[in-house]
């Protein structure tokens, strides 16, 4: 499975971003895909997931923030942040996981940078 994700940049505090990953190659109907992110001396976090059946699980930090959905056909996740802060600067990562081979992959990560 390669997953390509986009949509990382730079955006001043209170404004809003969109990142995009695409899920190709071997994919079965039990998975979920979602971000986590990884700030410069923390561990990597995570942000959001969504289930193949639309199940989602969001960090605190950013319940009511952002949305995360995904496009099934498209085998796409998106996560819609909004009101971003200083503290939300991270690399963020794209990781599908398959539940039926027990296998889990990341995209490259995308940088976000909120200035203050």
């Known amino acids: 499975v390669q997953l390509q994700a986009s949509g990382g940049g730079l955006v001043q505090a209170g404004g809003s971003l969109r990142l995009s990953c695409a899920a190709s190659?071997?994919?079965?109907?039990?998975?979920?895909m979602g971000w986590y992110r990884q700030a410069p001396g923390n561990q990597r976090e995570l942000v959001a997931s969504?289930?193949?059946?639309?199940?989602?699980v969001y960090a605190d930090s950013v319940k009511g923030q952002s949305t995360i959905s995904r496009d099934n056909a498209k085998n796409t996740v998106i996560l819609q942040m909004n009101s971003l802060r200083a503290e939300d600067t991270a690399v963020y990562y794209c990781?599908?996981?398959?539940?039926?081979?027990?296998?889990?992959?990341w995209g490259q990560g995308t940088l976000v940078t909120v200035s203050s």
């Open positions: 190659g071997n994919i079965f109907s039990l998975n979920s």
């Open positions: 969504i289930t193949n059946d639309g199940r989602t």
């Open positions: 990781k599908y996981r398959d539940y039926e081979l027990a296998e889990e992959y």
